[in-house]
């Protein structure tokens, strides 16, 4: 059986011993606050486009590609 950190409370995806804090369970504000930058926006070049961490339009591209892959 697999150990909650408990009942009823959402544990975090990677470490299920630490309760899940904010929207994605994980706090991505410093990876969001250098992809911000536009620095590396340059070097990446990404040009204007901002840095999401929770993009459904890439969740949904790859359930799609997921789903074609298993038929």
Do not use: A
């Not at 536009?38 to 949904?60: A, E, F, N, T, W």
């Amino acid at each position: 059986m697999v150990p909650s950190s408990s009942p009823g409370v959402p544990s975090e995806h990677y470490d299920i011993r630490k309760q899940c804090e904010g929207s994605l369970c994980n706090d991505f504000s410093d990876m969001e606050n250098l992809l911000s930058k536009k620095y590396v926006k340059d070097d990446l070049g990404v040009g204007d486009i901002d840095y999401d961490s929770s993009s459904h339009v890439v969740y949904q591209t790859m359930i799609m590609d997921w789903l074609d892959e298993k038929s």
